[in-house]
């Protein structure tokens, strides 16, 4: 009976603290600031929020004076509330063309220079396999072509290919090659839709002396080119590649913190972020709009990382909080893995991101949570959004592989229990695919109820992770337990 007693007053005990600290929040937020902020980050005046564009330097002020306004501290060794990422846009150039024995490859046809400058001339190939450091390992390469496969053994995803090419181009530079072809011999992903989506402007990360290497993928499902390197005749290609123009610009990631009052736990961090920016100017729909305002990707994140600052400036947690709003997610997640690979506080400090991003909604009584499942704070996160009287579910669509699409991923591999915290979606049915990427995703197309009680629920999930006794870890056989406990040690 004593222990029964003991364990309805807990549970009391428990409701009572959820119940008062949603209704901190409930008093706190201030929603028509909170749509205000949300009506300027989609308005026409930001085209976008294409991070080539200029007027992206309005998006990332405007962010960055109201986090300044809320009361968060700019980062140590930041630019204030900046992170610079020296960015570079490659556009298509005017003629590609690459000539192989009897094998001609064209521009848009089965050939996609992505970077680099223009060259012309006959060079000697040298494969490399995929590219990798110790593939270049006693090869001479001065003055030659390397050429790999893309990707590298269990690396295929869509995002590895981007970011391993710019290792290559890398090592490629280091030995003495000129350019760096790659083979793409992926037959599950269609060379047509690849080159749909590449065959234009490319941002990256400017890698310096690396960059200015031609960056090629040539379409070879048979494999052909290494049998024709291989007849050991020291076959060449033809090089033409002419008009092409790379333009730096510099990017920023917005990044702030507030200090936790626990003397024990304010060394560690718990990151909440958002990408910023979308896909700027597009193809008129219907209508004749033609801007892409990004209201459910990702500009109700980029609010919803704002209002926390916010809160949690007047209501400090026991952990601190990063506030992190990412440039170049819809570019290969660029602003996410620069932070990733340049981290302005060490990753083992940072133990939980609760990421946001999302192509909309179709269920209002729900917040899917990709990711759900796969961290001891699931529990957590499913509190606060029962407080606001909706539902966590998990991801509905796994073959969509969201979860590796999305910023989060970039911390995950690192090992830090990263999910993304999404608008409601049963499945990527017609209702999402009309406003994903498309012009009609504008603040008077969404259900402003909803989506202040997801920012709501979003404030108190980050709290009741903030004030956890435990550290978040993964859950044991998740893929990236391992790389949690090379991160923050077997505990």
Do not use: C
């Not at 306004?69 to 556009?91: C, V």
């Not at 050939?111 to 006693?138: C, P, R």
């Not at 869509?158 to 530079?173: M, Q, Y």
């Not at 790379?246 to 003397?263: R, W």
Request: aromatic share 10%.
């Amino acid at each position: 009976m004593k222990k029964s007693l003991v364990g309805l007053g807990l549970l009391l005990s428990v409701t009572f603290v959820a119940e008062a600290q949603k209704k901190k929040i409930e008093k706190k937020f201030d929603e028509k600031s909170a749509i205000a902020d949300l009506t300027y980050l989609t308005s026409d005046e930001l085209k976008g929020r294409d991070p080539s564009y200029p007027e992206m330097e309005m998006a990332y002020n405007y962010i960055s004076m109201q986090l300044e306004e809320a009361g968060a501290k700019p980062l140590p060794g930041a630019d204030g509330y900046f992170q610079n990422i020296p960015f570079r846009l490659s556009t298509p150039p005017s003629k590609g063309q690459i000539s192989i024995e009897d094998s001609v490859y064209s521009q848009g046809v089965n050939l996609l220079v992505l970077d680099g400058e223009a060259l012309s001339g006959s060079f000697e190939l040298v494969d490399v396999g995929f590219g990798l450091e110790s593939d270049f390992e006693g090869k001479d390469l001065k003055g030659k072509i390397a050429v790999s496969s893309v990707g590298a053994p269990n690396k295929m995803s869509p995002a590895d290919l981007f970011s391993l090419g710019r290792e290559k181009t890398a090592n490629a530079k280091k030995a003495g090659a000129i350019a760096v072809i790659e083979r793409f011999n992926i037959p599950s992903i269609p060379w047509q839709l690849v080159s749909n989506y590449l065959n234009r402007p490319q941002m990256g990360v400017d890698n310096g002396e690396s960059s200015k290497l031609p960056y090629i993928w040539v379409k070879d499902l048979a494999n052909a080119l290494p049998k024709v390197i291989a007849t050991g005749d020291t076959p060449k290609a033809k090089l033409e590649i002419e008009g092409k123009n790379n333009t730096l610009i510099e990017g920023k990631n917005i990044l702030a913190y507030i200090e936790g009052t626990d003397k024990n736990l304010k060394d560690e961090y718990v990151m909440l972020s958002a990408h910023y920016d979308h896909v700027g100017i597009g193809r008129p729909d219907a209508e004749g709009d033609s801007i892409y305002n990004g209201a459910r990707d990702n500009a109700v994140g980029t609010v919803a990382v704002i209002n926390a600052a916010k809160f949690f400036a007047n209501k400090r947690p026991k952990r601190s909080v990063l506030l992190a709003l990412w440039t170049a997610e819809e570019k290969g997640l660029l602003g996410s893995k620069y932070f990733a690979s340049n981290p302005l506080i060490p990753l083992n400090q940072i133990v939980y991101n609760l990421n946001i991003d999302g192509a909309g909604y179709n269920d209002t009584s729900i917040i899917t949570v990709i990711g759900l499942g796969r961290t001891t704070a699931d529990n957590l996160v499913a509190e606060a959004v029962a407080e606001f009287g909706l539902e966590a579910v998990e991801d509905p669509a796994p073959e969509q592989g969201l979860y590796d699409r999305s910023d989060n991923v970039s911390f995950a591999v690192h090992g830090i229990p990263a999910p993304t915290f999404s608008l409601g979606f049963t499945a990527f049915d017609d209702e999402i695919n009309k406003y994903y990427h498309k012009a009609g995703d504008e603040v008077d197309s969404l259900d402003l109820d909803y989506v202040t009680l997801y920012w709501k629920s979003y404030i108190l999930a980050a709290q009741n992770i903030a004030n956890s006794a435990d550290q978040p870890m993964w859950v044991a056989g998740d893929k990236y337990e391992e790389a949690g406990k090379k991160l923050y040690g077997d505990k």
